[in-house]
T-cell receptor
């Protein structure tokens, strides 16, 4: 998954704690997004951004905040973690224009206890 | 809104068997269609895609044809290998939501020697 770096790879939080999942890209692509993957649910879009300073909600935004101050970074913040946020989180960028595709990071496995 | 329905797994096959994973979709406009693969413990990788009706995407022996009349994009492979064991996701982008990937729930494929 060259070009999209997610950190950390694993994290355990206690209910009510906060944390930030990091996503960085080095390919200067405008579109970045966050998905969560849960068993039997596929991947669901949390938030996305079409450029620095522009963000919008996806399908399941509640409990998550994002900001996009630079083209390179798109962090996902959990302000008060809940067990329902236990999931695997993927950051994705959209590459290309007419013949576009999506490149995913390697994921962050988050457990909230 | 957009939606993707793919056959539920798990699917278990013997090596060299023929594989079909069904995928149908509902979308506004003219969607682009994708198949992603997720190997154990890894992120998602693009397997193949098709951007207009009757296009055939192919990669690594896998094929899928964009059928507008049946709103389908079934994944096929003539002879599976143990190394094909993974979760397969059908996905689309469409209309004003060209930035947003909508996923099916995924199909787990296990290939036995």
């Amino acid at each position: 998954n060259a070009g999209v770096t997610q950190t950390p790879k694993f994290q355990v939080l206690k209910t009510g704690q906060s944390m930030t999942l990091q996503c960085a890209q080095d390919m200067n692509h405008e579109y970045m997004s966050w998905y969560r993957q849960d068993p039997g649910m596929g991947l669901r879009l949390i938030h996305y951004s079409v450029g620095a300073g522009i963000t919008d909600q996806g399908e399941v935004p509640n409990g998550y905040n994002v900001s996009r101050s630079t083209t390179e970074d798109f962090p996902l913040r959990l302000l008060s973690a809940a067990p329902s946020q236990t999931s695997v989180y993927f950051c994705a960028i959209r590459t290309g224009t007419g013949n576009y595709g999506y490149t995913f990071g390697s994921g962050t496995r988050l457990t909230v206890v | 809104g957009n939606s993707v329905t793919q056959m539920e797994g798990p699917v278990t096959l013997s090596e060299e068997a023929f594989l079909t994973i069904n995928c149908t979709y509902t979308a506004t406009g003219y969607p682009s269609l994708f198949w992603y693969v997720q190997y154990p413990g890894e992120g998602l990788q693009l397997l193949l895609k098709a951007t207009k009706a009757d296009d055939k995407g192919s990669n690594k022996g896998f094929e899928a044809t964009y059928r507008k009349e049946t709103t389908s994009f079934h994944l096929e492979k003539g002879s599976v290998q143990v190394s094909d064991s993974a979760v397969y996701f059908c996905a689309l982008t469409s209309g004003g939501s060209n930035y947003k990937l909508t996923f099916g729930k995924g199909t787990l494929l296990t290939v036995n020697p």
